[in-house]
């Protein structure tokens, strides 16, 4: 973010940080190393970084904005060849520390639903948007929809009528939608 906030975390926990001028410029300064490594193409969508099944998902919102989910393993395998200028860059972000960084609480959750058919109960649809025009792509919600719901990787089962859905609800950052 241009006032020197980052997010780092996934689907459950955020934390939020604040880098001084000098970090935010060689953040700045490593991003478009990157940037003009990739030439006139915008980065994959998937980026394979090793073997495994960690998924990340990774988020650039200044500039172009673009996020991509890499897969595999992101610690360095012992002999290996140096990676190249985006898959390093992740793999040094996975391991950023800072000591500004606090837990965040997001505002807003991507809403993510699926028909599908979980094992036991159903929960209620009610307050929350209709779940078969969610089908088509993440819909913003705000927190106080998603208190009742699990949020991260964990999935509630919810019925609309005779239907039935998966919902995962995923923290939003601000600028994110």
Do not use: W
């Amino acid at each position: 973010m241009t006032d020197g906030s980052v997010y780092v975390g996934g689907r459950r926990d955020l934390l939020r940080g604040m880098l001084d001028k000098v970090e935010m410029q060689e953040m700045s300064t490593r991003l478009d190393v990157v940037l003009k490594s990739l030439g006139k193409a915008l980065p994959p969508p998937t980026l394979v970084v090793g073997e495994g099944p960690a998924t990340f998902r990774f988020s650039v919102l200044l500039g172009t904005p673009f996020q991509l989910v890499v897969m595999g393993s992101l610690a360095p395998k012992a002999g290996t060849a140096p990676l190249a200028p985006l898959p390093d860059f992740i793999r040094r972000l996975a391991a950023f520390r800072h000591p500004s960084l606090r837990p965040f609480d997001p505002t807003h959750f991507a809403m993510i639903a699926r028909e599908k058919t979980l094992p036991g109960g159903c929960r209620t649809a009610a307050d929350l948007p209709p779940l078969a025009r969610s089908l088509e792509g993440e819909t913003v919600v705000p927190e106080a929809l998603t208190r009742t719901f699990p949020t991260g990787p964990d999935m509630a089962q919810v019925c609309e009528g005779s239907r039935r859905y998966t919902v995962v609800f995923r923290p939003l950052i601000p600028g994110e939608r």
